[in-house]
Every structure is written in C-alpha cells, then in structure tokens.
C-alpha cells in the first residue's frame, strides 16, 4: 500500500498562485509515474499533469505555460507550482500514484484526499 498526503490548497486571487505538494509513503516501487488530477464540481475528474521517475512531464493543454509538475524522488514528493490562476481552475485536486514492480508487473494505483483550490474573480 502506498499513502498519499496532499497540502497546499486554498483560496487565491485570480491571477495569483499556489503550489500543491503531495508526498507519498509505504511500499514505493521505483517504476511509478506521479500525477495531478481535478474535479470541479458536476465535471469528470481530469488528468492536469503527470511526472514520471525520471522527469518526464505531460500537461492538459488547459494548463500548459501555466503549471509547473516537479519531483523530489529522494523523497518520494511531487509538486504543482500553478501560476496564472483562473477561476476555471477552481477544483478538487487530487494526487495520483501508479507504480509497478517489474516491466511485467500489474500496476498498482493510489489516490490522495484531494485539496480544494478555488480561484475568486
């Protein structure tokens, strides 16, 4: 099992900025990929960024130029520097895990809480 702790989210300006950090504990395989996804409210979950093991990023086209996913794997930390914030950007965030042991192993999937974040206009 692996658990999954989130913090940074809050109340912001449009316009201003907050930065999501999730940290991840337990039994940590070193094939994962970390991610962000958010869920406003009456809309499906959607993918916002990932960050594998070794750095590589993908972001929704909604928030490139505007987010930033980085990762302290020392640490098993993720974060999300989001700038620019619109009110569309008001969600749920929550943090997403996926790991497997081997190349050939099943995935494992984890969800953190989610953090609310809401941008006022």
């Known amino acids: 099992q692996v658990q999954l702790v989130e913090s940074g989210g809050g109340l912001v300006q449009t316009g201003g900025s907050l930065r999501l950090s999730c940290a991840a504990s337990?039994?940590?395989?070193?094939?994962?990929?970390m991610g962000w996804y958010r869920q406003a409210p009456g809309k499906q979950r959607e993918l916002v960024a990932t960050?594998?093991?070794?750095?590589?990023?993908n972001y929704a086209d909604s928030v490139k130029g505007r987010c930033t996913i980085s990762r302290d794997s020392a640490k098993n930390t993720m974060y999300l520097q989001m700038d620019s914030l619109k009110p569309e950007d008001t969600a749920v965030y929550y943090c997403?895990?996926?790991?497997?042991?081997?190349?050939?192993?099943?995935?494992?999937?984890?969800w953190g809480q989610g953090t609310q974040v809401t941008v006022s206009s």
């Open positions: 337990g039994s940590i395989f070193s094939i994962n990929t």
């Open positions: 997403n895990y996926v790991q497997r042991m081997h190349t050939w192993s099943a995935f494992q999937q984890f």
């Open positions: 960050i594998t093991r070794d750095g590589s990023t």
